[in-house]
Each structure stands twice: as C-alpha cells, then as structure tokens.
C-alpha cells in the first residue's frame, strides 16, 4: 500500500544516513572498521587529538562490527544490499577473496568475494526468523590462507507492518443476565498480531463493535464487551450476535484489521409472573372415580424458564374444598385436581374452586411490577352412574363357639343399592374363600350360618368374601371380608409333649428324678393352660413315683429297692394328666424306662440287654418284608409263565396264520431272515377267493378221513370268507390281515372238530390208512409237514411240536425278552 511504502521509504533514508558500512584502510593499524560517521573524540580543552602509530603499545582488532539491518518483505527485482565488508589487508590488488558463513549464508544472503558486498537474495518474513548469526573471513586467493582471524556479525531483520490482528480464541459465547445495569461485563475479547511490538505501532491494537449496537459496547484497549442498555429482556430476544474488530498502527487509516463474532446469549430471571389462559374451567367427573383420581388439569402461563417458571397451585376456596386436592406436575408444570373422597350423583351434583397459581421463587428486585400469582374458577361436575351395592362396612369380625351346630346363625351383612332405582340385593359367599363350604348365607337377608362342623383346632379364623349382586343387573357387584373367628372348647385332653426316652441305671439312689414331664393341650382356655399328673391307680408302680411340680410339670422319682437288668430291663409307667377346664378331660400315656449300667457320673454305658429285644423286632420286620418280596416276585414268574404256556397252548393253525401274517420264514436253515421271502408264496394268502375252490378240496379230504359222514362243517367257510373279505375292504383296519379260526374241539361242541388230527388214539389207527401226499401239493408253506408225516421213523406228535417249535421261533424270543423284563 502507500502508506507501507512512504513508511519503507522513512526508515531506508534514516539506516543510510546512520548506519552505510564501509571499510577505512588506515595506515599502520592494520585494522578493519566499519565505514560509518563517527564523532572525533574530544579534548577536554576541545581539540582533537590523533591518533598515530606511535602512541599505541599494542595492535588493534582487525573486526569491527556494528549490526547490520535489512528490511523484511522486500519486493524489488534486485537483491537487496545490506554491507560492504573490507579487511585493512586488501590493497585493493585481488589478492584477497571474502568468505560469509553461517545462517542463511549462499542461500539468503550472497557476498562479493572481491568487493565484500552483501545482498539477501530472497524476501525476508521477521515473523518467520528475526535475526540471523554469519561468520566471514578474509583469504588470500592464491593460498587459500586467512589473512584475518575469522569473525561473527548479526544481520537483523527489520519489521515492517504486513501481518494483521487474530482473534486466536474467537468466535466467543458469552451468557448475561436479562435486565442486567449498564456496563455489566460480558465477555473480553483478545487479539493478536504478529509484527513486532517494540517497533513502531504495528501491533498496537485498537477494539471497536461493528454489529450489536446499541445493546453492548467495547472498551477499546482492552476488548472488554458490556452491556449498553438496562432493558435487555429475554422474552422479547434471548440472543445477540456481536461483530468486533481489532486494528493495528492504533485504529488509524492504513492499519490492518481482523474481527470476531460473539454470541451474547440472556439467561432468564422471574421478571414475569403466572396467568391463566382463561378466567374459568369446568369439567366433568364420574361419581364412580376412585379416590386418589385425577380429575382435571389446568396450566398457568409462565414466559420465564427453569426453575423461575416452577409454578405453585393451590385451592382458595369453595364448595368442594374438602372433596378435592390439587398438585402440582413438576414435568409439565400443570396443576393436578384429585379426587379426595367418594362422589354421590345423588347427594351433590357440582362443585365449584378457587385456584391459585403463583411462582415458587420470586425475585424480590420486581415485586413492585405486582403479585407473582393468578387466580381461576373451575367448576366439577358429577355424573351419574350405575354403581354396584355397597356393605355399610368392608370388612366385618364374627364369632361362633366350635361347637355350634349345623345351622347355627353367626352374622348378617347388609348392602345396599347407591343409586336411586334402589335394586335388590342378592347376596352369596366366593367360592374360593369357602372351598369347604363351612358356611351358608341366606341370599335375600344376608345371614350367615354355619354349613358344616367347626373345629378352632384345625381352623381359628374362616376368611371369606361375601358377594352383593344387583338383582336387576347381574354384572354390578360388590364385595366385603367377613373374618369369623371360632371361640374355643374344651374338646381334646392333654398329652405329654414329646415322646420320652427315659432311662434309670442299675446304682440309682432313692427318690432320684429320673425324668421331668411337661405336657400340652391343643385347646386354649382363656384363663391359661393347668395340668394335673397322676400315676394311673390300675398300673401302681413299686419302682418308682410321680411328684406334681404344680408348673405344669411332673417329676419322676425312684423308690427304694434298686434296679437289675436281669430281673426287668424295661419298666412301663402309665401317667395321668388332666386339665382343670369344666368338664375336665384326662388322658393316660405309658412312659418307658429302661434299665442301664451307669458309670460313677450316671451316664449310661451300657443298655445291651434291651438290644436283642430290639434288634429281634427290627429282624422280624426285615425278614416279614423279605418274605412278602419273594412272595410277590413268585407270584409275578408264575403270572408271566401262566400267559406264556398259554399262548404256547393257541392253536396250530392260529400260529401258522400269525406268522403268515408277520412274514415270519419258518425253516430249520440259517440265514435269509425277514428278508427272505422265498419259502412260501404270499399269492395264497393275496388270492383266498380265487383259490378257495382248491382249499375247499383240499379241507374235504383231510375232513373225510376225520369225519367222513359230517357235512355241517363246511358251513363256516362261507362266514369265514365273508369276515375276510370284510376285513380287507376296511379301510380303518389294522395294516395286516386278521384272520379269526373258528375250530369247536371237544365231546361237548355242537360241531365236529376241523382238526385232521383228531386224537393221540386215532393216530395208530388211521396213521396208515391216511393219505399225506396231498400236502406236498399246497404249495411251500406246508413242505416241512408234508416231509414229516412223510416219515414214519418218528412219532406224528414229535413232529408237530417240532414245526410248532421252528414255526414259532420268533414268538418265543418275544417271550423269553418279556420274561426278562
């Protein structure tokens, strides 16, 4: 800019005018000084003296440097010239070469290596590096040898004004109060500038508002933002954005200049109090509502926020101050109307309150604007229901003796219809509260009698549930507790209260306590529990005697004579103990004592004699279990050998078919299994009615040779075959053919027998006339009884109960796996 360069111009004319280097030769000194304008000193009697060679002892520096200065952000197109440098030693022949090192040398700044001259070859930033530290020297160009010791010099770099104020922390949120005084601090703002704040006025800073006025200002030194005026409401505007800007050279024209924003947000006080939207409300409520309800809600308006809008409600007056309460919802800031007692459509139809609602923090500095608090009407209006009855009291006490008879009255309850149509009442006892159904109620008094007999004993208090119905309208109902408490009787005698193990040792002195008994009575008389002992006067012990404790507790005492366990191991003392209710009841309880051998401190040590008693009871028992266990497993095997021999016993013919049925191969070869399936043809069994015929056949021989004038067998084939054919055309049937054989064996049936072997004693006899040959032709399921009856080396009985056996094999593992289990 202009102003930059009339300031670059300034101070480039004061550093030539004060600071120009140039190398003096000065004859005899062989020094190197810096050509600058130095004053002469002066004699006191103001001449000036000289200097000489003469007058010096010693030889001088042949370095003397002042710092040199360069401009920063020089933006010529030559290099800039910073000094001359020049060593008394060069005559000016050539003969010395000039050598800068150190920072920034050959690549910043360049030297002449005949003149000495300087340049920065490259534009400077101070703000980057401010100074820099070279070295030079001075050479003889042949011999590369230093002419001058080598010496270290500054160049500084001069600041010029190109960097301009940041806000390094920007931009700013700030927070103040509404309705805050002027002048009130919000926030101070701080910037920085890079130039050099010891040079000139480059980073010297002024602060100004450019947004936000007239709400806040700046203090222009020090960037504090405050408040301008005293009104700032946060109802009206809760934020304000702010622009500020800093400037450098002092705020004057040509500085440079950054700004910042900053967010001025106004926090809120209770300068504003509560009002109702409306001046009444009214509402409607259910005389059924349950007490604690919400009937209604109403809501004051607060433009204040937190905690300065918590609203506080309350009733002032009216007619139903006591029937209602109201609350305050601390989420939403509504005020809660609730019911507070039952409602009655019938006794009061309306109510009316005053509410109130008022902040419950008030700020004292703006009372004076008026009360913090609004008041509303709010009328209630209740609507008539159909209730159910209700009892004049939900829970009611009763008392009935344990020895009341059945039907004996113990109560009544009453209910009542609320409503104006003043229904009947019905009433009834829950079930589930009267599973044993101890009691009964009438259903149109409401009296209640007892239903079973009471024991206080097994029952001290029946809890039950008594349930009034509407009798015009079943589904309103009500319920109440009745809690009937059985009194007591003296009704159970009392025994003793555990089962005693007492025992007596053989050294025992006279009247020595043996046992202490105390006793208990299930019964409990209202004036206390008292038991009387006694020894039962048929078992009068000579042994020992029973003193009465009069507590409630007898001792038992021996008698002189001693004790052997030989003479009576066991001593049984029946005891008497009584009650002192009227009538009194008693009851007699046997005590065992058991004669011991005692050491010296009476402790029993041995009672072995009473053992074998003992273990000979505890081995009867042992060995009456034992027995009945055999007993039962005996009983068991024979059961399951029963069944077996009796399936074993099923005819021949139903075995044959059931193993047809299974696919059960029967041969004496191993191998094959369930998947052979070539030892017999299941055609015949696929095809009966197209092979009946030759069936039919066959059975008239074998029947002739048994029964040859019989011809009423043949009538049960034809029902045969009709249940067969039944059976395979039923769909629900089991997936296997159920073939049923109706074979009447025996002197005593009607029809003859279907077996072709009649009898043992028929078999000598008509064994040789009888022809076998046929069975060979019924196909593979008969070969095995064909090549049998083939053979006369053995017996025919023999050989069925060997087929039999082959033929069955399967069944008999099934029955020997259900013999195991």
């Given at each position: ?108 700044f360049s030297i002449d290596e005949s003149t000495g001259d300087i340049h920065a070859t490259r534009r400077l930033d101070r ?184 609203l506080d409600y309350r009733i002032l007056d009216g007619d139903g101050l006591g029937i209602f309460s109201i609350t305050t ?469 023999k050989h069925v109960f060997l087929s039999l056996h082959d033929c069955c094999h399967h069944f008999h593992s099934e029955s ?6």
């Amino acid at each position: 800019t202009v102003s930059q360069l009339v300031e670059f111009y300034f101070y480039f004319f004061i550093f030539i005018a004060l600071s120009v280097f140039t190398l003096q030769e000065r004859a005899g000194t062989g020094a190197m000084t810096l050509k600058s304008v130095l004053l002469r000193q002066l004699r006191p009697g103001g001449g000036a003296s000289a200097c000489s060679p003469a007058q010096h002892s010693r030889r001088r520096r042949s370095w003397v440097w002042n710092q040199f200065f360069v401009l920063e952000e020089f933006t010529g197109n030559d290099p800039l010239y910073v000094g001359k440098l020049h060593s008394d030693v060069d005559k000016g022949d050539g003969q010395v070469r000039y050598v800068l090192t150190g920072e920034g040398a050959a690549s910043i700044f360049s030297i002449d290596e005949s003149t000495g001259d300087i340049h920065a070859t490259r534009r400077l930033d101070r703000e980057q590096q401010a100074y820099y530290t070279l070295r030079a020297q001075a050479r003889n160009r042949d011999t590369n040898r230093l002419v001058e010791p080598e010496s270290q010099f500054i160049i500084k770099v001069q600041d010029v004004n190109d960097n301009e104020p940041k806000f390094l922390d920007g931009p700013y949120t700030a927070r103040v109060a509404e309705r805050s005084p002027v002048g009130t601090s919000v926030v101070t703002v701080v910037a920085t500038d890079a130039d050099d704040p010891t040079y000139g006025n480059s980073a010297r800073l002024m602060y100004s508002i450019l947004q936000g006025q007239p709400y806040f200002s700046v203090e222009p030194k020090t960037g504090v933002v405050r408040t301008a005026l005293p009104d700032l409401d946060r109802e009206v505007r809760d934020s304000h954005l702010l622009v500020v800007q800093a400037k450098d050279m002092i705020g004057q024209i040509g500085g440079l200049s950054g700004s910042t924003s900053v967010t001025v947000i106004l926090t809120d006080v209770n300068d504003n109090p509560p009002h109702f939207p409306r001046r009444s409300y009214q509402f409607s409520v259910r005389e059924s509502e349950l007490v604690s309800t919400v009937v209604a809600k109403i809501r004051a308006v607060d433009p204040d926020e937190g905690p300065n809008a918590e609203l506080d409600y309350r009733i002032l007056d009216g007619d139903g101050l006591g029937i209602f309460s109201i609350t305050t919802d601390s989420h939403t800031q509504e005020g809660l109307i609730t019911l507070h007692k039952n409602l009655d459509f019938e006794t009061k139809s309306s109510y009316m309150l005053r509410v109130e609602a008022s902040n419950l923090y008030v700020d004292a500095r703006f009372l004076s604007s008026g009360p913090f608090s609004d008041v509303a009407t709010v009328r209630l209006l209740v609507q008539n229901v159909d209730e159910p009855p209700v009892f004049h009291s939900s829970v009611s006490w009763m008392m009935v003796s344990e020895a009341a008879a059945v039907g004996t009255e113990v109560g009544s309850v009453l209910a009542r219809d609320p409503d104006a149509t003043n229904s009947p009442i019905r009433y009834s006892i829950d079930r589930q509260s009267n599973l044993e159904r101890y009691f009964h109620i009438d259903s149109g008094t409401g009296v209640i009698t007892t239903a079973q007999p009471l024991d206080r004993e097994t029952v001290a208090v029946h809890n039950i549930t008594v349930v009034a119905t509407e009798r015009l309208d079943p589904s309103l109902t009500g319920k109440a507790v009745v809690l009937i408490s059985v009194t007591d009787v003296n009704d159970n005698p009392p025994s003793l209260a555990i089962d005693y193990d007492t025992f007596v040792c053989e050294n025992s002195e006279p009247g020595q306590i043996v046992q202490t008994l105390s006793a208990v009575d299930r019964d409990e008389p209202e004036e206390g529990q008292h038991f009387l002992f006694s020894l039962s006067e048929a078992g009068q012990n000579l042994s020992f005697t029973l003193r009465d404790n009069k507590d409630n507790t007898a001792s038992i005492l021996t008698r002189p004579g001693g004790f052997l366990q030989r003479d009576q191991l066991l001593h049984l003392l029946p005891v008497v103990i009584s009650d002192s209710s009227r009538p009194p009841l008693s009851s007699t309880n046997t005590l065992s004592i058991t004669v011991c051998t005692c050491d010296a401190a009476g402790e029993p040590r041995s009672c072995r004699q009473g053992a074998p008693l003992l273990l000979l009871v505890s081995l009867q028992s042992a060995v009456t279990a034992a027995v009945l266990t055999c007993i039962l497993t005996l009983l068991g095997v024979v059961v399951v050998t029963a069944a077996i021999r009796r399936r074993r016993r099923d005819p021949l013919t139903v075995v044959a078919e059931r193993c047809v049925q299974e696919n059960i191969v029967c041969y004496d070869d191993e191998g094959g299994g369930e998947e052979d399936t070539e030892a017999f043809d299941m055609l015949a069994l696929r095809h009966l009615n197209t092979t009946g015929q030759s069936h039919q056949t066959q059975a008239r021989t074998l029947t002739s040779t048994s029964e040859p004038t019989s011809e009423g067998n043949w009538l049960f084939l034809p029902f045969i075959r009709e249940r067969l054919q039944q059976a395979d055309l039923d769909s629900a049937a089991p997936p296997f053919d159920s073939l049923q054989t109706y074979a009447f064996e025996g002197s005593g049936s009607s029809a003859a027998s279907l077996s072709s072997l009649n009898s043992l004693d028929s078999f000598n006899s008509q064994e040789c006339q009888q022809n076998y040959d046929l069975l060979k032709e019924w196909g593979p399921r008969f070969r095995k009884l064909a090549d049998l009856y083939g053979h006369r080396q053995t017996s025919l009985l023999k050989h069925v109960f060997l087929s039999l056996h082959d033929c069955c094999h399967h069944f008999h593992s099934e029955s020997k796996n259900f013999m195991n289990i």
